[in-house]
């Protein structure tokens, strides 16, 4: 049986309401109350949802890597729930959700250690800092090719064809297994858990390892370094056009738009 | 002289009789049998407590047809036909039983046959037999000839040649009833007869000349066609549309005693009972309903869904269900016979065949019989099973299909609003607010903080974090504290009470939903529950006692009007305005809670209240509810244009409302009313809370606010 690796992420709630968002500037960290949960990456959600479409054509194995500091288990299994059979935690006081390398480095580690792997799913990139270089990374730490911006992925034989999105169509690749493959939106929202996997997600296996485990030494492998974490402050000023009549105000928006260079 | 006391042909007349029955009798009981064993097929539920209430119940709901008359209007006087035909029956029951059946070779007739009982008994049957008449014609005339909307439904020929019979056997009857009256005063001379019809035909009869002998004969030929026909009903009406008049009784006898508001929960560890795909599937009293429906469309006539031109009707509903189960239970029944062992869940013998997925019969429920658009189509608005006369359940059917198409097919219906119950607690994904954004600046407490609190302010998903009803939340509150009521939110921590979840069929959101909020509840020992949202409040009260959440729930319509009464708001005098007021489904007909927000209205100073003409138990839904509120209305007109419109015709300046579902949909329907036309859409907290604060801003006439 073919063997689907599927890295996900756990996010801050990229919908959480603005007014919940706070920095704190000093630890460099987004906090939240504790009543609004983090949410698995609505991108990574795709490469989940591209593994089950592969598991609905032929029988596969998807386990299922998340990797930080502190993992929520409830929002971590919600990846077993929608029907990955195992689950990963990489969890470490070491990690950080901002370090790609450390990142990419320890969960090549991790593939690694798992031994067998035809297929490494990712989202296009994570929602929380947009970078997506954690799935390139994997490639290149694991010698393997990586296909990005998938819209279709399927297993065929001992290879992977991959239809890829372009700017004005798509384009088909096929390579030999093993392939790291980021997939886009194009490839359907993740589906809803069953009630079975609903009621049983909580019983399914999960593995713990932390660095040690994946033989790893913590800190070294950092090549970027963090300097400042902020919330842009947005100025907003309103002004009103006055004026009588309709026409009035245009001409006066006109004028204006002119001083301020912007027409 | 009784007719069975004759001998026909050398065989005694009661001999004759007794057999006659006896066949009628087996061919009733054989059809009888069949539909009990279709009902067989359904899953078991409970509707054996209050056994004793129950039937004393339908006694009294069957003989004063409060049911049936409750519909009764001059534009639409069918109610008054069916109670005069009921009640006529019933007392031509009476008389078949003493004066043919009891009489027959047990005596009886004897021993009332010129007594003063049978005169003034006679008397009643000849009026009650002319009303009977009357009834019939009226029948005759809304089924064939001036056809109303409500009975329209397409048949096919056997049908149409099938259906009249019942109604020339009743006419027959009574027909009947005359001739043998008249002719037998006649044959057998019995002078100065009560019954004055029966009397009259028979002096006719006497000064015709005719020879006794003749008119005795006539009399005993009328007699037998009287009780061939009545066998002959016996036989027909079970095997007709006409199962009505026999299951209606023991459909009013195992009506739902439950709350109105609560739906059946599911145990979530039995497959089996995750909806309903399959006829089989529904419980024996499900099936027991669609016997019970005689196509009187009541339904039909009030049900928003249709009314907007949407593929959904309750009465289509019923009706095709009841001829899918016609078609395919008798199949059904023979399967279930010929593989004892799957049914009983033993382990089939080795020799068996391998069990082979068996074709089910007939076309698919979900699909054929009934529309998924149609499933979908429902607002839960209770509006057909408030005027059904015989207690049908439609919604509970259409939520298990629901359930079927969230649980186990995995519809992709409402994704978004029930992946974000999941994810975050609420259905209003992408909202631009936290649940405690609304609070700021009012000094709320929140629970989680400060847990010394009387009251649970329950803010609900829409008015914490809906744009528009968060100024309904802050009237709430700014009400509570101006009557000094210590009360808290939970914040961020509440999460929706489920409605929407377990409306579009999604049970196990709904119970994860629960289960947590039951926790908090327990954890901050809330005892009173306080909320504006009527589908929040239904919930609370009716459906978390299901899994152990007993609560003091109050909808901020009682509470303010409580507040009101015990003088602890002052209210200032204020502008006029005229206002009327949409009732919310599931704050009026859900939980009869009628007069709490007209006191609150009648008791601000300048309002008016004028009432739409749907109001009350017949209030019009505002298409908002049942999970529709997350669900796009592309068929037909929308709902809420139409109730807009009711709303107008009031010629209302303000529009109240007490549930942040209607609220919504009025403001989305009046968005393209402009000017003058434009009413104020308002919950009723928000006007007793400008009556609080600003006297001269309430409801000024056409000040629409400008939309953020």
């Not at chain 2, 459909?251 to 739902?256: I, M, Q």
């Not at chain 2, 975050?424 to 989680?448: F, Q, S």
């Amino acid at each position: 049986m073919k063997n689907i690796v599927v890295c996900m992420k756990q996010v801050l709630d990229p919908e959480v309401p603005l007014s919940l968002f706070k920095i704190d500037t000093e630890a460099k960290l987004a906090v939240l109350p504790k009543a609004t949960p983090p949410v698995l990456s609505p991108f990574d959600e795709n490469a989940l949802e591209a593994a089950l479409k592969i598991k609905d054509a032929q029988p596969v194995t998807i386990t299922v890597l998340s990797l930080g500091k502190k993992l929520t288990r409830a929002v971590v299994k919600a990846s077993l729930a929608a029907g990955a059979d195992q689950l990963f935690l990489l969890e470490d006081e070491s990690f950080s959700d901002f370090n790609t390398f450390l990142t990419a480095n320890a969960l090549a580690a991790a593939i690694k250690k798992l031994g067998q792997y035809d297929l490494i799913l990712c989202g296009i990139q994570a929602a929380d800092t947009n970078a997506g270089q954690v799935s390139t990374g994997i490639a290149s730490l694991l010698s393997i090719p990586c296909i990005t911006y998938a819209r279709k992925v399927e297993l065929v034989g001992d290879r992977v064809k991959v239809e890829r999105t372009l700017p004005e169509g798509y384009e088909v690749v096929e390579v030999p297994s093993p392939v790291v493959v980021t997939t886009n939106y194009e490839v359907g929202a993740l589906r809803e858990p069953d009630v079975e996997a609903f009621m049983s997600a909580g019983k399914k296996p999960l593995t713990v390892w932390n660095v040690q485990d994946l033989g790893l030494e913590s800190g070294k492998t950092s090549r970027t370094s963090f300097l400042k974490m902020y919330q842009p402050a947005h100025d907003i000023k309103c002004e009103l056009m006055g004026g009588a009549s309709p026409e009035e105000k245009a001409v006066k928006l006109v004028a204006k738009l002119k001083d301020l260079k912007v027409i | 002289m009784s007719p069975v006391s004759e001998s026909y042909f050398g065989i005694p007349g009661y001999i004759i009789f007794w057999l006659l029955f006896v066949v009628a009798l087996g061919l009733f009981i054989q059809r009888a049998s069949l539909l009990l064993r279709l009902l067989k097929l359904g899953q078991p539920e409970n509707r054996f407590d209050r056994l004793t209430y129950r039937f004393i119940n339908m006694l009294a709901v069957a003989f004063t047809q409060s049911s049936n008359l409750k519909s009764f209007t001059l534009k639409d006087p069918a109610a008054l036909g069916h109670a005069i035909m009921f009640w006529g029956l019933m007392i031509f029951g009476v008389a078949y039983l003493i004066f043919i059946g009891l009489g027959a070779g047990f005596g009886l007739y004897t021993l009332f046959s010129g007594s003063g009982f049978e005169t003034v008994f006679y008397s009643i049957l000849d009026i009650v037999a002319v009303l009977v008449i009357l009834a019939m014609v009226w029948v005759v005339l809304k089924r064939y000839l001036i056809i109303p909307e409500r009975l329209k439904r397409e048949m096919g020929t056997a049908e149409k040649i099938i259906q009249p019979l019942l109604i020339i056997v009743i006419l027959g009857l009574m027909v009947l009833h005359f001739g043998i009256e008249g002719f037998r005063y006649a044959a057998y001379g019995i002078p100065n007869p009560g019954p004055l019809l029966g009397a009259s035909l028979a002096n006719a009869l006497v000064n015709s000349g005719i020879s006794r002998e003749a008119l005795a004969i006539t009399y005993r030929s009328l007699w037998w066609l009287n009780f061939v026909l009545l066998l002959a009903a016996v036989i027909y009406a079970p095997r007709s549309k006409h199962l009505h008049p026999l299951t209606s009784f023991a459909n009013l006898v195992f009506r739902n005693l439950a709350p109105k508001g609560s739906l059946k929960p599911v145990d979530l560890k039995k497959p089996e009972t995750r909806g309903a795909s399959k006829i089989q599937d529904f419980t024996w009293k499900q099936l027991l309903d669609l016997y019970s429906c005689t196509w009187c469309g009541r339904c039909h006539m009030v049900c928003p869904a249709q009314l907007s031109g949407k593929p959904l009707s309750p009465r289509e509903l019923i009706l095709g269900m009841k001829e899918h189960l016609l078609e395919v239970g008798p199949d059904l029944l023979k399967t279930r016979r010929a593989k004892p062992a799957a049914t009983t869940g033993k382990a089939v013998e080795a020799h068996a065949e391998p069990a082979a997925k068996p074709q089910e019969p007939g076309q698919a429920l979900i699909g054929g019989v009934i529309s998924e658009d149609a499933i979908w189509s429902c607002t839960t608005c209770r509006a057909c099973q408030e005027v059904c006369p015989v207690s049908i359940e439609h919604i509970d059917k259409i939520i298990d299909l629901r359930r079927h198409l969230q649980m186990v097919a995995m519809s992709e219906i409402a994704r978004d609003p029930l992946k974000n119950l999941r994810v975050r607690g609420n259905p209003w994904r992408g909202t631009m607010y936290a649940r405690t954004d609304w609070t700021e600046g009012l000094d709320i407490k929140v629970v989680g903080e400060d847990s010394n609190i009387d009251v649970l302010y329950w803010v609900g998903c829409t008015e914490a974090l809906e744009d528009r009803s968060l100024k309904v939340a802050q009237a709430v509150a700014k009400l509570m504290k101006q009557a000094g009521v210590n009360f808290g939110v939970l914040g961020e921590e509440e999460m929706c009470c489920g409605d929407p979840a377990r409306r579009l069929g999604a049970e196990h959101l709904f119970q994860m939903l629960v289960a947590n909020n039951i926790q908090l509840f327990q954890s901050y020992k809330i005892k009173k529950i306080v909320t504006a949202c009527p589908h929040c409040f239904n919930t609370l009260k009716n459906e978390y006692p299901q899994f152990g959440g007993q609560y003091e729930v109050v909808h901020h319509t009682q509470f303010i009007a409580g507040l009101i009464k015990e003088s602890k708001l002052k209210i200032k005098p204020s502008g006029k305005a005229r206002v009327t007021y949409q009732e919310p489904c599931y704050l009026g007909r859900y939980n009869d809670i009628f007069q709490a927000p007209r006191q609150i209205l009648n008791s601000l100073p300048g309002v008016t209240l004028v009432e739409m003409e749907q109001n009350k138990k017949a209030g019009f839904c505002c298409g908002g509810g049942g999970g529709r509120m997350w669900l796009e209305e592309k068929i037909g007109r929308r709902i809420s244009e139409i109730r807009l419109e009711q709303a107008l015709n009031t010629k209302a300046q303000v529009i109240a409302t007490a549930c942040p579902f209607c609220l919504q949909m009025f403001e989305d329907a009046a968005r393209e009313k402009e000017g003058a036309e434009a009413p104020k859409i308002k919950d009723i907290a928000e006007l007793a809370a400008e009556s609080l604060e600003v006297p001269q801003d309430t409801a000024r006439p056409g000040n629409k606010e400008s939309t953020e």
